[in-house]
């Protein structure tokens, strides 16, 4: 099992640029998750899919658009990059039920210039 | 407003000493709380849950205590040994199927 992958790993965009970041994981989960970790913030929940054909806003959704293309694939699209989004994006999926720990990707590092 | 809070500043220990860290939290009712570990470069990785109902959790080394009254969940490592050192970050689980994570501590153990 792979896990949690990520494509790319590292990105540098110029500001205005679009770019798909690509998230699949083969755990048969039903819930996947974008977040953003920048330094002195933590991570923080862009947004995520409860379950295949659902998404919600997290808590910094702006800029930002997803499509859970199906279980095992979640993807984010930046439309307009801005430097404000230079950050390192990691995906998570988690199963539904008691527990709900997530399983996380390796990230992807993106810079905006 | 809701927060998390956790030591920003990195805990330096001994090689077997004990690890305590810090999380507190305000204006939450969690359901569960959740620890992580995550290493420079990598993605968090899961280490133990606890529930509200339950005041502690122990997993080999690792120990979780969880008091609601005091709004505080402490993290112990015992005999810690210089590949502990990582940072690690405590989530809550409030509502629906959402975390919010809290800014997280690095720990340094020095052999």
């Not at chain 2, 979780?64 to 990582?86: E, M, N, R, W």
Request: proline letters at 4%; hydrophobic letters at 30%.
């Amino acid at each position: 099992n792979a896990g949690v992958t990520q494509t790319p790993k590292f990105q540098v965009l110029k500001t205005g640029q679009s770019m798909t970041l690509q998230c699949a994981q083969d755990m048969n989960h039903n819930s996947m998750y974008w977040y953003r970790q920048d330094p002195g913030m933590g991570l923080r929940l862009i947004y995520y899919s409860a379950s295949e054909g659902t998404t919600d806003k997290g808590e910094v959704p702006n800029g930002y658009n997803v499509s859970r293309l199906n279980k095992r694939e979640f993807s984010l699209r930046l439309e307009s990059a801005a430097p404000s989004q230079t950050s390192v994006y990691f995906c998570a999926s988690s199963n539904q039920g008691v527990s709900h720990e997530q399983y996380f990707g390796p990230g992807t590092r993106l810079t905006v210039t | 407003s809701q927060k998390i809070e956790q030591n920003s500043e990195a805990l330096n220990i001994q090689e077997g000493k004990t690890a305590t860290l810090t999380c507190n939290y305000t204006n939450y009712s969690p359901a569960y709380l959740q620890w992580y570990r995550q290493d420079p470069g990598r993605g968090p990785v899961f280490l133990l849950l606890i529930r509200e109902n339950e005041k502690e959790k122990r997993k080999e080394r690792l120990k979780v205590t969880f008091d609601t009254t005091l709004k505080q969940s402490l993290f112990h490592i015992t005999a810690s040994q210089p590949a502990d050192s990582a940072t690690y970050l405590c989530a809550l689980r409030s509502a629906g199927n959402m975390l919010t994570f809290g800014g997280g501590t690095r720990l340094m153990v020095k052999p």
